[in-house]
């Protein structure tokens, strides 16, 4: 079994920055690919950034240059290192791993971010 646990949502202005972070547990023989999505409130979830095994990194347009996504090399943690943040980020954002072999994909129970003044 995996487990996944999220840290670092809350509340903050705008402009202000948050860092999240994803361990994942269990039973993973390798590092995998992870990544966040997020939902806001009455939307469709939608990925912000995903990370290779090997640290590529990839991110959705609307958080090129203020999101950065990065991992522990020797570990399935990852981190989501949210700049600038916008009213438009606030969301309930939703750590992944992708298992691979069939095994599908892992989610952690989400954590709150919200950005107002």
């Known amino acids: 079994q995996v487990q996944l646990v999220e840290s670092g949502g809350g509340l903050v202005q705008p402009g202000g920055s948050l860092r999240l972070s994803c361990a994942a547990s269990?039973?993973?023989?390798?590092?995998?690919?992870m990544g966040w999505y997020r939902q806001a409130s009455g939307k469709q979830r939608e990925l912000v950034a995903n990370?290779?095994?090997?640290?590529?990194?990839t991110y959705a347009d609307s958080v090129k240059g203020r999101f950065t996504i990065s991992r522990d090399n020797a570990k399935n943690w990852a981190h989501l290192q949210m700049n600038n943040l916008k009213p438009e980020d606030t969301a309930v954002y939703y750590c992944?791993?992708?298992?691979?072999?069939?095994?599908?994909?892992?989610w952690g129970q989400g954590t709150q971010v919200t950005v107002s003044s």
């Open positions: 992944y791993i992708d298992l691979g072999l069939g095994r599908g994909r892992a």
């Open positions: 990370i290779t095994s090997g640290g590529g990194a």
């Open positions: 269990g039973s993973i023989f390798s590092i995998k690919p």
